[in-house]
Nanobody
Framework: QVQLVERGGGLVQAGDSLRLSCAAS?????????VGWFRQAPGKDREFVAV????????YYTNSVKGRFAISRDNAKNMVYLQMNSLKPEDTAVYYC?????????????????WGQGTQVTVSS
């Protein structure tokens, strides 16, 4: 069994920063191919935000967060982070981390095998 637990959400003002964390446990984390962050705003589909490969540490971002968000991992601690800077009201959503067992890189939520419960990020203008 795999567990992913997100923390770090909250209410901030536009321009502020937040750091989300995702703690992975259960199945040997090194067996994941990648861990991604997704978000879902009210009334919208869940969308890809960023992903990092567990082995090589390659990173990929959706265009709207490039230059503002940074995904990173700590293999020893089985942690993945999402540093979010220059937050905008349109970043408001529930943020989820998710693990995918196999390559290739995927930006589709349906391709991820395990999910956390989500953490709310609200950015006020």
């Amino acid at each position: 069994q795999v567990q992913l637990v997100e923390r770090g959400g909250g209410l901030v003002q536009a321009g502020d920063s937040l750091r989300l964390s995702c703690a992975a446990s259960g199945r040997t984390v090194s067996s994941y191919a990648m861990v991604g962050w997704f978000r879902q705003a009210p009334g919208k589909d869940r969308e890809f935000v960023a992903v990092i490969t567990w082995g090589g540490g390659s990173t990929y971002y959706t265009n709207s967060v490039k230059g503002r968000f940074a995904i990173s991992r700590d293999n020893a601690k089985n942690m993945v982070y999402l540093q979010m800077n220059s937050l905008k009201p349109e970043d408001t959503a529930v943020y989820y981390c998710a693990a995918r067992l196999y390559y290739p890189i995927s930006y589709s939520p349906e391709q991820y095998n395990y999910w956390g419960q989500g953490t709310q990020v609200t950015v006020s203008s």
